[in-house]
């Protein structure tokens, strides 16, 4: 079967189309005909070689949709037939067969495309978690999602006007501005905080219960100015120290959260994944938005189109 | 009655005896004969106008204890005799006499003298907050008190020790070592990162499940490294801006929290004061280690120690 394969760290160059086995599964591992493939920026850190604790080689991904074609003996929950989404997978995502354990998939909801499903592990996943395991979300409050045209700000924006909450969001371009405003924000501001300070506290001017921040090395000493009382911010990606001032959060009473979704523990994935087909099935969300489609093969135009910065969900189809 | 009166802020000599008349109390406020009062860090700082929300002339104090001598027709949960200390008053707790509504005063444990009451409002108050209300703590988790030889540092260790936590504690001299090891510190190191850097890892070396800061300006990046997977930080001290890197906590899925003591609600309140009765009570906690006493017209004086650092609580006595 066809596969990415990374033999060396380096640039999207290093994705190499590769023939591999297709691969025996065990008495607890479920095999997936592989029918979209989720490309995410993490993805592309590992290929850089960004991690440390990564080892090469290796088959990239984690997010991928597609049919069970084969379970094991100790399998009872899923069947052969099943569609179905990863988050996380036995041997890696970006292949025409998948080989998952219990735990890492999830029933795909029927009103959803195999693309839709690819695009929710990472981003809805991220999102889910950032909002409400870590900043305890609840019905009205008020949200900035600082970095909002990406896919776990845009999957934030959905999940928190599926709550009814009140979402400002920021961008860095006119294009990422509409998929904000798409995906419901009550308001959408560019991304440079000269610009947006004022603006935001003409809409908000008792402050955010919850930021969901993408970019703390650039924001979060100004986070705290517009944090409300008793307020969260939750940090989901971050490139180098910042200052802050700790009095900011001891007079608001407040908290500064960092998370990886890979430390997530079995049961919480469990919970943000049954709360997600909810929202699906039942359209108190809208389905997540897929942008620009690749064949498995083109993996490496999918990386660079990730690192200039795309918009909607970035997807990889393999030929079966 | 004799009060201290402040009529402009500045140094210690700002605190000028005074003769106010005997407040008359409303249907809702209780009168309290004063026996000891606990002069408190924050105290000094209100004094010298550093809190940009104070205002002159003023009564100063928060902390006290005394006997109820008076109370208006609609306090029901107090009677006149009952021995009591408050947190915040309605007049100021630097006073022969003092106004107090409920939710400001509690019950004094009968095995406590008035001192020792006097030590408990905002010291114990704010350790009970950091270590249960904000740092989630539990049975036998490790705790590093970073400043441990202060009052709410000293409190801080035996509220964990009262609950088996593992802790260590930092201090800055050799008499406030000693008062750490005396509340109970299984390991006490002193102040200065590169000294107490190694011992520390050598002792534990998983990280902190909490680490209680009362210096977040010199810390909280040190603090960083020392965090266990889903720690906390909870700042109580804090006096300028420090660079952290945000991927620390990420990758712990740790938060950063901050708080005063005065945003805390009165139920918050009333659950911290029924805890420390019951924990004094039963002896599980020992009383608060009271230092040096002055007279309340020597108020002065207890300032000026505060404020050079002192040991155990710094307690004013009135003469009646």
């Given amino acids: ?69 084969e ?22 995502t970006y292949a025409e067969k998948i080989v998952v354990k219990q735990g890492q998939i999830y029933k795909l909801p029927d009103n959803l495309s195999f693309e839709e499903g690819a695009a929710i592990g990472t981003p809805y996943g991220a999102a889910y978690r950032a909002l409400f395991h870590k900043g305890h979300a609840k019905n009205g409050q008020k949200v900035l999602i600082h970095g909002g045209s990406g896919n776990v700000g845009l999957a934030a924006i959905k999940l928190a006007k599926s709550l009814n909450m009140i979402v400002v969001a920021t961008a860095g371009s006119e294009e990422g501005k509409g998929l904000c405003k798409e995906a419901g924000a009550n308001l959408v501001v560019g991304h440079n905080i000269e610009d947006f300070k004022e603006e935001i506290l003409k809409f908000i001017n008792d402050g955010f219960d919850i930021i969901i921040e993408m970019s703390a090395h650039n924001n979060l000493k100004t986070d705290l100015e517009f944090m409300a009382m008793y307020s969260a911010i939750v940090i989901v990606g971050s490139k180098g120290e910042v200052p802050i001032n700790p009095r900011n959060l001891m007079s608001k009473d407040a908290r500064i959260m960092g998370f990886v979704l890979f430390n997530a523990k079995n049961d919480e994935l469990l919970d943000i994944h049954r709360n997600l087909f909810e929202l699906f099935i039942s359209k108190r969300m809208k389905p997540p938005i897929v942008g620009k489609t690749f064949n498995l093969r083109d993996a490496k135009e999918a990386h660079a189109l990730v690192e200039r910065g795309s918009y909607g969900k970035v997807i990889l189809k393999p030929d079966n």
Same sequence: chains 1, 2.
């Fill in 1 to 69: 079967m066809k596969t990415i394969y990374v033999e060396n760290f380096g640039g999207p160059e290093v994705l190499a189309i590769k023939d591999l086995d297709l691969p025996k599964i065990k008495d607890d591992e479920i095999l997936i005909k592989t029918m979209a493939i989720g490309v995410n920026p993490v993805d592309t850190y590992i290929r850089s070689g960004w991690y440390s604790g990564s080892k090469i080689p290796y088959v990239p991904g984690f997010d991928a949709s597609g049919i069970i074609i």
């Fill in 71 to 92: 379970k094991g003996p100790k399998i009872n929950d899923f069947n052969v037939g099943n569609r179905v989404y990863c988050f996380k997978s036995v041997s890696g």
